[in-house]
């Protein structure tokens, strides 16, 4: 029997998983797909909120403000890449002023730093290419960018590191509470534990509701984006936002961490929660509203567009307690944004209820720092030297939109909780992420899984079982 078991391993479930990794207790993280960050916490802005849109008191805005705070020594521990850009929420309409003072009231009482209201021609000088039609906007010098992937998989594979043990391609179909604990019905046998921790996305709901009376419902909320290309990636310095709705903070325009620019999100609420489907309709949408915020949208650029899902609960909250009735039974549920920016604070509070519950000692060799994966592109001349004379493939460029070397797909692969597929690669290398979108470099990089992994060619998939790269050899071409 397991402490404590996991569902989920995205960013939250991995947040929980590397807090719980300091004491004792014997962690199991189960997700049915093939890896880390494979659900929502692989398709969004990758913004960490400075803090200022949640309301007074909730739980949202306690867990946005102290993730915020804590993001920037995290990324320093666990070696991934963050940065504060200051973020902008733009007014367009002098009527609209008090919504803007509404924005700098809440944000004063969340005890965010340092924002202020802006005139025209101070966003004006800062974002030369925000629209003239601007009346004044909200300032957050403390908003961030954060790379999704790289904050998901740093704090999963510390967690492994101090002895948290993952299973993937293992759904959870259903859970009994039983004496003692709770028995597991998964894909692939039972799994008791003492505790659970419903850490799964848009699923949260379905977890919940095998073991409470009280139930609730989780709506996908479905948020489409466009991606362009590191040519343009400094047309924006600031994370820009408009006036939040009641869909959310809006369609956004922000620099990514690697240097692209990135539109988004959509809010559509939808019923299916697999459906990540781009719509003609949707991104036409998003373009028309972001040309609002910069008219002269670089949408040539773009090199891809994708879709993510939002686990929205109708009540707009932070679902993060003991379920009653279910002693041990944790929900951390309804993480929609600012769900990214809230991870690191969200896995120290839950640590702390599972500590309340089920009392564990600290353990003495914790290990709370993580080299990541050499980066070629970014090292100096001096630093490729060295790492090509330590491995002579980190000498052989494979990705060439990104400069990604061979010896950073192997490093990939063979790191804790190491890449098995395709997209496990690009999320941890950045491989087949450029303008190209691994038109050139797939090809080698399946070569490379297979055999560093002592695959078939036609095993390697790109997402999992049913995604495979190659369906089978063409005469004897292979």
Not at 59 to 78: H, I, Y
Not at 259 to 269: I, K
């Amino acid at each position: 029997m397991f402490d404590i078991v996991i569902i989920g391993a995205g960013v939250t479930g991995s947040a929980i998983a590397r807090e719980l990794s300091r004491y004792q207790y014997d962690t199991l993280v189960l997700d049915r797909n093939s890896d880390v960050c494979e659900g929502t916490s692989k398709a969004n802005s990758g913004i960490v909120h400075a803090g200022f849109d949640s309301e007074p008191g909730s739980m949202m805005a306690k867990m946005n403000v102290r993730g915020n705070a804590m993001m920037e020594q995290l990324s320093r521990d666990l070696d991934f890449p963050f940065k504060r850009n200051g973020s902008l929420v733009l007014c367009f309409d002098a009527q609209d002023m008090d919504k803007l003072e509404n924005l700098l009231e809440k944000g004063k009482k969340n005890g965010v730093p340092g924002i202020r209201i802006l005139s025209k021609e101070e966003i004006r000088e800062l974002e030369p290419n925000v629209t003239k039609d601007v009346a004044a906007a909200l300032y957050a010098p403390t908003g961030g960018i954060v790379c999704p992937f790289g904050l998901t998989i740093a704090m999963a594979e510390n967690a492994c590191e101090n002895g948290v043990k993952f299973r993937f391609d293992t759904e959870v179909l259903n859970i009994v509470h039983k004496e003692g604990g709770y028995l597991l019905e998964t894909s692939k046998g039972l799994v008791e534990s003492k505790l659970v921790i419903n850490a799964a996305g848009v699923y949260a709901d379905k977890f919940h509701n095998m073991v409470s009376d009280e139930k609730i419902r989780i709506i996908p909320r479905k948020g489409e984006y466009c991606l362009m290309d590191k040519k343009v990636g400094d047309y924006v310095t600031s994370t820009i936002f408009q006036l939040p709705t009641i869909y959310g903070k809006g369609v956004l325009i922000t620099p990514t961490v690697h240097g692209n620019l990135l539109t988004g999100p959509t809010a559509v609420d939808i019923e299916d929660k697999e459906n990540t489907q781009t719509t003609q309709e949707g991104l036409e949408d998003l373009l028309k509203r972001a040309a609002l915020s910069v008219p002269q949208m670089p949408v040539r650029q773009i090199i891809t567009s994708f879709t993510g899902l939002r686990a929205h609960w109708t009540g707009h909250e932070f679902i993060i307690k003991e379920v009653e009735g279910a002693p041990g039974f944790i929900d951390v549920a309804g993480i929609e944004s600012p769900g990214l920016s809230s991870s690191p604070a969200i896995g120290e509070y839950v640590a702390q209820l599972v500590q309340g519950i089920y009392p564990m000692g600290k353990k003495e060799d914790f290990v709370a720092v993580r080299k990541g994966i050499p980066n070629v592109a970014e090292a100096s001349f001096e630093e490729r030297q060295e790492l090509i004379k330590k491995n002579p493939a980190y000498a052989n460029v494979v990705c060439r939109c990104e400069v990604v070397t061979e010896g950073e797909i192997m490093d990939a692969i063979h790191r804790p909780l190491g890449a098995t597929t395709l997209d496990g690669i690009k999320r941890r290398t950045r491989a087949g992420m450029g303008r190209c979108q691994s038109g050139f470099c797939a090809p080698k990089t399946v070569e490379i899984l297979a055999r560093e992994l002592g695959k078939d060619i036609s095993e390697i998939t790109k997402s999992g079982e049913g995604s495979n790269y190659l369906t089978g050899y063409n005469k004897e071409g292979m």
